[in-house]
């Protein structure tokens, strides 16, 4: 047998993955973003699938920049992605910064470029730093209307649970433009053909058999054992072998360069080789020379790397302990010695310091090291890395003689710090334990203080973490331990933290009396930040309650005070926190203004991946409730495409959720909510009253009655339902429904249902609904309009049970209360439901005929698809159809609302009236151009004309005197 090639010339098989990618990028081209994982085992040839593709894509003009996660115990901050910038002929340090949101967005423009199409690839994705993770799903995201392909490799043999890949993985492959190819080993004819490329003549079937049995079906396995061969017609046992076998036919020189070279990592420069291996020039030359005509080292631009990530962990675990010691202090050294790094090199370069010091066991060298590393990753934008070179640096204090630690620093200060970044990490359960070994080291008797200051950080990260139990034991000793102190900036803030604990558990009167506290203490003090949150807290609690006057004046205050200390969170929070009360408190309107003010001016505040898509995320949730979906997507979409974040990204998904679910998009709306983490799921949390909503109505949207029976039964045994929010009334209505709905369904399937058990039951949540409302008054509240009308809604819900019949007096109650409260939605099914009721009691078909138009109408103009097909096979089961109904009064010019015209629609016909372009519109009206376009196009099919000046000349009779 001749001696093979080391690699196949061309690729084998894979003729359908390479279809998979040459559909994305087509895809791509035309504008709608892709996202490719390429996920198999080391070896199965994730790599030369995407070289292959990549090299083919580059000949035909598409730019194709490479970016490498190297294999490395530590976290290098954003590594692929600097090596993808220096491939667009982008200088990362011009690409760097500090803002994560900016940097972010930065990455984003330099991609999608001038519109030329781009496929960025990252290989090695389960070695990515935390950073790099959480950018590349920010990508996903806002690239989706770019000419952009993004392919990411990773190993998924590495992917343990647990592993934050594999989380982020399940996250992206949520969405409708993400492909995951998963590449299987090769077939046996597939490997027949591999092996006859690399011997160059035809192999024997015995030879195809063994190999194809030892290697099955791994390119890379398969190659290495042929490799090893050697031409001697012995095939090793095992990949291991076969790796043992070609490092055995290597000189000395060669083996001790390979040595140094797997120390370093799967790539290296010449410089540092050659420092690190100590061999003469023209040793050292040749002996590289050996490597890579081996196939073991491929040269690249500046130096070698592994041909395979596989061969390297070979040729590293094969260097004892002390040689390897030995030559991390070399690579320590050399890269010391060279002195200060371009400021795109700096972190990566100080991480490897790190770490090559570490494993010398130079614990004197390693700590301020790590030190530096750690300020360079944080001003890079990437908190992950950070994170692990604090944790670096908790590892050598132990061995890292007192004398010689850095002026300053603690070990009890270091586990705060390393907490700190955990939190900043996101992995926050990381750092209550590194708060609760801190507190070991503090004696609560003799400093109360401070140990309450340690206990108030504990509390707020396992409340992130959703670990209640540990948040609430903190929280109620910290408060314990400042009880009865004096006034201190410290107080304040524990003060502060259990009040904001409080409330996020719906204990709203325990939370106002600590949030009094605080804010008696900051202003005594001078703590303006903790104070203008407190304020916040105490605002909220008491719109909750229903004390609105009280609550909309306290977060005025709070908001007014965060702005004139300058306080960026402060007025983000603040903000926050009045629109989400403004919404609760039913003024609308005024949210939503209030909404974008905030967004803007936290934008100016440099939030912008932060607070400031989170106050746009509360108006989304406004528009959903005034049924101006197209607007409430718009909006999402620019909220999504700035926010870094996962928290605030989560809770934008929420909302797009209800969105999703209005539209009638259930399967998108499902995965949304299926992808949430626990601080949304976490029943005793306040942030899970949301998804407690949602997946109510989506059990609703979906026609599964005992579902959503069981989840509102499940959401009003939480505390969250007595609160301003409305949650409670509107879970009895839900479950009122379900009742009913489950007592037509068993009629229509000819099964007997108990209509007395059922009207009981259905009677039961009704009064529960009235009983909520009564405790906002017992409370000294009022009743939110929300809270008023899901009561009615259960109340019209059960009487669908009555024997007489349901009530349409109860609907058309309800319609125009929800006409009144701005929730088209609402209003649409009660007209549904009104229709129903009148029919049923024998009325003309004439009464309920425009009923069902004018919710049919409705319904479609919203969007809401669902609704508006449900009432279009209700009409028709009745025998109406739905065409426009004449007026009333032929004398008199119809009116907006007998045109259907929606609140936004008059607004755009106003002024169209006046002769302004969509652009115009849209500027007036803080929309998008189409979103105004698409406002324009649905007055003019509702009016029945097909121009502009045809709907201006009717204007003025629908819009009367008042429309300039």
């Known amino acids: 047998m001749p001696n093979p090639l080391y690699s196949s010339p061309v690729m084998v098989g894979r003729s359908l993955e390479l279809a998979v990618l040459d559909a994305a990028l087509h895809r791509a081209g035309g504008g709608e973003g892709r996202l490719v994982v390429v996920e198999g085992d080391a070896g199965i040839g994730k790599t030369r699938l995407v070289d292959s593709f990549a090299r083919a894509a580059a000949e035909r003009g598409v730019r194709v920049p490479v970016g490498y996660c190297p294999p490395l115990v530590d976290d290098v901050p954003y590594a692929p992605i600097l090596d ?69 490799t990773v190993r998924g043999d590495e992917l343990v649970p647990g592993h934050p890949v594999g989380a982020l993985l399940a996250e992206l492959t949520r969405d409708r433009q993400v492909d995951r190819l998963r590449l299987l080993p090769l077939t046996r004819p597939e490997v027949e053909q591999q092996v006859c490329e690399l011997l160059r003549e035809r192999a024997s079937a015995s030879l195809v058999d063994d190999l194809f049995g030892r290697a099955e079906g791994n390119p890379f396995f398969t190659e290495e054992l042929l490799a090893a061969d050697g031409g001697t017609g ?86 004892l302990p002390g040689e390897r010691a030995r030559l991390h202090g070399r690579a320590a050294r050399a890269l010391q010695d060279r002195g200060p790094s371009s400021a795109d090199a700096a972190p990566a370069n100080a991480a490897e310091l790190a770490r090559h010091w570490e494993a010398a066991g130079e614990p004197v060298q390693a700590l301020p090291a790590a030190r530096l590393a750690a300020d360079l990753a944080q001003e890079a934008s990437s908190p992950a890395a950070a994170h692990v070179q604090y944790e670096r640096m908790l590892r050598v204090w132990p061995e890292t003689p007192g004398a010689q630690v850095p002026a300053g620093m603690t070990r009890h200060q270091l586990l705060l710090d390393t907490a700190e970044s955990a939190a900043a990490a996101g992995n926050n359960s990381r750092a209550v334990a590194l708060v609760s070994e801190a507190l070991l080291e503090v004696d609560r008797t003799a400093e109360p203080a401070r140990a309450a200051v340690l206990l108030e950080r504990q509390g707020c990260y ?101 702005l004139e200390v300058d ?116 029943e005793d949390v306040l942030f899970s009253a949301g998804t407690m909503r949602w997946r109510v109505e989506l059990a609703v949207a979906r026609g599964d009655w005992a579902d959503a029976l069981a ?158 097909r449900d009432i279009g ?40 009236s006046r002769g302004l372009t969509n652009g115009e519109i849209a500027r007036e009206l803080f929309i998008s151009a189409k979103t105004a376009s698409v406002h324009v196009s649905a007055i003019l099919r509702k009016l029945g004309v097909t121009s502009r000046i045809q709907a201006s000349t009717m204007a003025g009779g629908i819009l009367g005197d008042g429309r300039d």
Not at 87 to 95: C, N, T
Not at 719 to 748: N, W
Not at 881 to 897: I, K, Q, V, Y
């Open 84 to 152: 993808i910038l220096r491939g667009l002929d982008a200088s990362p340090a011009s690409a760097r910064i500090r803002d994560r949101g900016r940097f972010f967005r930065k990455v984003a423009d330099l991609l999608a470029g001038q519109g030329e199409t781009t496929m960025a690839v990252v290989e090695d994705l389960h070695w990515a730093d935390g950073s790099t993770r959480d950018l590349l799903a920010f990508l996903s995201r806002v690239l989706r209307k770019d000419a952009v392909l993004l392919v990411v």
């Open 873 to 912: 096979d209700f009409a028709g089961r009745a025998g109406i159809t739905l065409d426009r109904p004449a007026p009333t009064d032929p004398d008199r010019e119809p009116t907006a609302t007998e045109f259907s015209l929606t609140d936004r629609e008059t607004e755009v016909l106003r002024l169209l």
């Open 462 to 562: 396992a409340l992130t973490s959703a670990d209640q139990k540990t948040s609430r034991t903190a929280y109620e000793e910290a408060a314990r331990l400042v009880a009865g102190a004096p006034a201190s900036p410290e107080r304040a803030r524990v003060l502060e933290a259990m009040a904001q604990g409080l409330m996020l558990r719906s204990y709203d009167e325990e939370a106002i009396g600590y949030a009094e506290q605080a804010i008696a203490d900051a202003r005594e003090t001078g703590a303006g930040p903790v104070l203008s949150i407190a304020l916040s807290i105490l605002g909220s609690c008491r719109i909750k309650l229903g004390r609105l006057d009280e609550g909309l004046a306290v977060l005025g205050e709070s908001l007014a005070l965060a």
């Open 711 to 868: 989840l509102a039964e499940r959401g009003l045994g939480s505390r969250h339902t007595s609160g301003y929010e409305a949650l409670g009334p509107q879970l009895c209505a839900v479950a009122v429904r379900a009742v009913a709905e489950t007592v037509e369904e068993d009629r229509g399937n000819r099964r007997r249902p108990d209509p007395a058990t059922a009207s009981a039951e259905a009677r039961r949540f009704a009064d529960l609904a009235d009983s909520l409302v009564a405790q906002v008054r017992a409370r000294g509240g009022q009743p939110s309009p929300d809270h008023l009308g899901y009561a009615l809604l259960a109340r019209a819900e059960c009487s669908r049970l009555d024997p007489a019949g349901p009530d349409p007096g109860l609907w058309e109650q309800l319609s125009a209360d929800r006409d009144h409260e701005l929730d088209p939605y609402l209003a649409a099914y009660a007209r549904r439901r009104q229709a129903e009721a009148l029919l049923m009691s024998r009325a003309p078909r004439a009464t309920a005929a425009p009923l069902l138009y004018a919710a049919h109408r409705s319904a479609r103009e919203i969007g809401a698809e669902l609704l508006a």
């Open 567 to 682: 306080d960026p969170p402060a007025a983000g929070h603040a903000y926050l926190s009045l629109c989400e009360s403004l919404v609760a408190a039913g003024q609308l309107r005024t949210a939503l203004e209030r909404s974008r003010e905030g967004a803007r001016l936290t934008r100016e505040l440099g939030l912008t991946g932060t607070i400031a898509p989170a106050i746009e995320c509360s108006a989304v949730r406004t528009l959903v409730r005034l049924g101006r979906l197209s607007e409430a997507s718009d909006l999402a979409d620019r909220a999504l495409s700035e926010v870094v974040e996962r928290f605030y990204c989560q809770q934008i998904e929420l909302q797009l959720a209800g969105l999703e679910i209005r539209r009638g998009r259930l399967v998108a709306a499902g995965g949304l909510l299926g992808g949430l983490d626990p601080i949304f799921t976490a």
């Open 234 to 319: 012995r095939v090793p046992a095992t990949v291991s072998d076969a790796l043992d076998a070609r490092f055995a036919r290597l000189g000395p020189a060669a083996g001790q360069v390979l040595r140094a070279a797997s120390v370093i990592g799967r790539s290296s420069d010449h410089l540092l080789l050659a420092a690190v291996a100590r061999l003469p020039d023209d040793v050292l030359e040749e002996a590289l020379r050996e490597a890579v005509d081996h196939f073991l080292l491929v040269p690249t631009s500046d130096g070698y790397r592994f041909r395979h990530q596989l061969a390297q962990e070979a040729v590293l675990r094969a260097v």
